[in-house]
């Protein structure tokens, strides 16, 4: 049982000590052997009873003593028995501190050297006692008493100033600092004049052959102790309690008092001012242990700050300077009368510097706390990334010029920008340089303004422009000078980047507010995204009718979803020479309860932007896939040998949607080759992720075709990068009448695509073949697979199935 005990104990030693290296205190309940904690203040009470009875008897025994001027009988050994006997008693208590359970290991050594300083001043009275009773001349003995004191109160002293002095103070600032170092040396150098003018002011009752230098031993180390005393008043925070610093520094003034008086009094056999203060030291030292323990035992519920209670200490030092400089000049010697006045100057000249500091200080606080100030009103109204103005400012700096009354027409006009595909770069490139675009299109955008005008961080990849007094057009060439700006690439960690935006224009009407000037911006940019993106739009109120009707359309979609209102039309891919069916190309439609049937382009913009293509595209797939697994079951080999699906840009993005095609197609009994991905060239523009994602496809066994191939303004650069199997020329290089200016144009096009797909091994087919002149012209191109409503329309899987049981498309 003693074994556990004690490895609990130092195990919470151990703890506590970590918390306090830390500066953390530790508030839960100890069980167990630290429990003596709380018994440690009761043992101290039932040491200071004693302690204080052996003052009081020495205060009363020292009285009588010094009245009748002569020696009681056994006055000798009364005298010299009380002060160890008060000393031992306090040596006790001040080990039981330093060694109670739970106080941090720097207040442990703090008190472990408080108890040795006790043990040798109780040596040192032990010393002068033998000196007494060893001497048979008692002037003499009291006169080798002092001075074999002297060495051990000095030595006591200095040590006792030492450990205070390395009581840490707390955190300061160096002003602070500053000024506590100059209080403490005004109090302490205040002090050392008066124990100087008390010491020689007073001359002594004879010459009684003291040295000259126990005397000033005792005033330097005293002077020492002043300066301690008020530091520890000083000390803010530590391991030690402050109440018991206080009550250390009490000790001490106390001991100086007992050392400096000792000169003053006359000889008389036996006695000294030691057997008077040294039972008072010891009642003090039991107070300063119980403190501690108690201390120990508290804990506060809130943090109480720290505050400068030494403020006054210098200035009443000054007074009381200048009130004994008054003293020193009625009667007194010239030379006492130099040092006193000395001394008053060096005081004041300390209390002057103190205030030039503590007014130094206090300017630099007031100069930090308003830069603090200014650099939390900075970052509640602008964006951290970007240092823009964020939504708040932009919001309140337009409600102000709202508010500021009626104004001309176009006089306050907002922009909305928004980053087009800045998702992908996220994705792909990752958050850091997805923040350094954000950054470098922030200030490319800052330039494209003027002064006077507020640029914002909206959020995201969104920005706003607060242009006031603007010129009819002004606007539109701001918004084009931006586009124009942001379309150069963006140099980010070494890597050029193309940005474009899309941007809408409001211009504040009568009776707008700011949010409805915002919503009339979001409206047309949204516009601008719809007409193609990298553009800009202006608001027309018929706008937010659309705006509201493709919402409608998106809580509609959702729903359609759920109740399979959804399902595909299979269009044929045809072999030109002989008209037959080599694959299909999944088309979806939508069975709309009140607007019938719907194209896909009628409501994919709105799956867009509700972000319902991820989940109407997996849907797509999947139904596909199976469908092509249904008619190989029932054809064979007259069944198409491939099945094609268009895929969004936003699902190339995604980095498990290469897997989720895996999946589907081992599912549903295919192989890779028998399913085609068709993508649109500005999704494969983009780059990043959408490359790794049609690198996948491709690894895996996919064919990847590129639909509507032509149109784009980098065709030739996605053939580069990506791994496609099939260039899908548009329709609008087939229709026409094949005559005139425009058809040789659209003739050469094709036919620069159909060479090119031979020369890279590709496969072409012409879409939207309607007619046989087109059928005919396209195949004198160099194009030997076409699809359009000539060749096959897009039935259901039904009809499909009737037209693959025979040999060819009639």
Known sequence: ???????????????????????????????????????????????????????????????????????????????????????????VVLWRTATIAGLPSAARLFWSRIALTVVLAAVGLLLAAVFVFASTEQPQAQIRTRVAAAPFFVVVVAFVVWALLRVPIGPRTPGERMRLWLDSATVALSAGVFMFYLTYSVPPARDDGHPIWAPLAIGITCLMAAFAVVKIVLAGAGPVDMHALRLLGAALV?????????????????????????????????????????????????????????????FAALGATQVLLVMSTIGQAQNLRYVVVGGGVVVTALVALRQVVAFADHA?????LRQQEDRLRHQASHDTLTQLSNRALFVERLDAALRAGPKPAGDLTALLIDLDDFKSVNDTLGHTVGDHLLTAAAERIRRCVRPDATVARLGGDEFAVLLRSTRAGLADGIARRILASLARPLVVDGSELLVRASIGVAVAGSGDDAQALLRNADIAMYAAKEGGKGGFTRYAPWMAAGILEQAQLGAQLRQALEREQLY?????????????????????????????????????????????????GRWVLWEACRQKAAWRKAHGELSPATIGVNVSGRQLQERAFADEVAGAVRECGLEPHNLVIEVTETAVLAGGQVVDTVKALHDFGVSVALDDFGTGYSSLGAIRTCPVRILKLDKSFVLGDGTGAHAEQQAAVATAVAHMAGALGLDAVAEGIECLEQAERVWELGYRLGQGFYLGRPLPAEEIGQVLSLDAVR
């Open 364 to 368: 630099r606080l007031v100069d930090r």
């Open 568 to 616: 595909l039309l299979y269009q044929p891919v045809v072999r030109l020479s002989d008209r037959r069916i080599i694959g299909m190309e999944a088309l979806v439609r939508w069975r709309h309860p009140t607007r019938g049937v719907l194209a896909p382009a009628d409501f994919i913009p709105a799956a867009e932007r509700t972000s319902l293509i991820t989940p109407l």
């Open 254 to 314: 106390i001991g100086c008092i007992s050392a400096s008086t000792s000169a003053l009094m006359p000889t008389q056999s036996h006695l000294v001012p030691a057997q008077v203060y040294v039972p008072l030291i010891s009642v003090v030292l039991v107070l300063a242990g119980e403190r501690q323990c108690r201390a120990l035992m508290e804990r506060p519920s809130t943090h109480q700050p720290r505050r400068d209670s030494i403020t006054l200490l210098p």
């Open 1 to 91: 049982m003693f074994n556990q005990e004690h490895l609990v104990t130092r195990a919470e030693h151990r703890y506590r000590d970590g918390l306090a290296t830390y500066g953390i205190e530790s508030r839960r309940q100890a069980p167990g052997p630290l429990m003596t904690i709380n018994s440690e203040p009761r043992r101290h009470a039932a040491v200071l009873l004693p302690v204080v009875v052996a003052a009081a008897f020495g205060i009363a025994w020292f009285a009588i003593t010094r009245l009748r001027q002569q020696d009681l009988p056994g006055a000798p050994l009364v005298g010299w028995l009380l002060p160890p006997l008060a000393l031992a008693l306090s040596i």
